[in-house]
């Protein structure tokens, strides 16, 4: 398991106060604008004083060099060439993976461009690169799908699950969610409100069926028995979706 407990915020403001344990695998760490998720990963990282810092696997401290933190954006240099760029943070933090990274990222035909010159959704992918060319037991990814496009949301979305054995990434978007994660942490107010298994979440949900040209929307709290007795009357199942995740998230 994986402990996360932190406490801190800005100029004597406590933002964040929270405790947690999760398994290995991918944990979404969800909640509304403000509710303290970026301030929380930065406190984990270590990135920004904490008034309370621990993290550890197992009950052992995770030590700042088996920990990888990828922030909302920043750090690159625009004046550079991609390639110099990805080389000097792999002979800073390594990179085991160099190879997969850029691969994944699509990054081989831009290493001759610069960075201040390439597109929000490019630059985002050589941040993500850098990230995932480490390998290290606990990620911290912040909004790792923001500004990219589908073909590449879907590649981080896949990696996700091989960067393991911990990561934690922060999104706005549902679908991300109930594609990758197997663990869901919702804060609310700098707290934990639901820490848990997404399949503990999914029990309440929408369900879109279809018999031919009729399409029925029903919300229920037992989505698989539901959408089996739709099945059975002759529906297609079109769509489960997790009523309680987006609620949850805004
Ligand atoms: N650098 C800062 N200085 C002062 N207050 C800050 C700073 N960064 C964030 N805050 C405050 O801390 C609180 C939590 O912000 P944080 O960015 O952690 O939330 P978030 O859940 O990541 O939000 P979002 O979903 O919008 O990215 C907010 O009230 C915000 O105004």
Known sequence: MLLIDVAGGYKGRLVVDAAFEVGPGVTALVGPN?????TLLRLAAGVLPAARRRVAVEGAEVR???????PTSGGLDPHMLVRDELEFYWQVLGGERRDWAVGLL?????????????SHG???????????????????????LKGLDVQYKDAVLSALRELGPYVIFTTHEPEAVEKVAQWVVVIRGGK????????????????????????????????????????AAGYTIEEISSAELKRLMT
Not at 34 to 38: D, M, V
Not at 106 to 118: A, D, I, P, Q, S
Not at 197 to 205: D, F, I, V, Y
Request: hydrophobic share 40%; net charge positive; aromatic share 4%.
């Open 34 to 38: 403000g509710s303290g998720k970026t």
């Open 64 to 70: 700042p060099g088996d920990l990888a933190y990828l």
């Open 106 to 118: 699509g990054l081989k035909e831009l290493m001759g461009e610069k960075v201040g010159r390439l």
């Open 122 to 144: 490019q630059r985002r992918r050589v941040e993500l690169a850098i990230v995932f060319s480490l390998k290290r037991r606990v990620y911290l990814l912040d909004e790792p």
């Open 192 to 231: 934990p409100s639901y820490v848990g298994a997404l399949a503990g979440l999914r029990k309440r949900a929408v369900i879109r069926a279809r018999r031919g040209g009729e399409v029925v929307t029903v919300e229920s709290d037992d989505a698989d028995s539901k959408a089996a007795e739709l099945a």
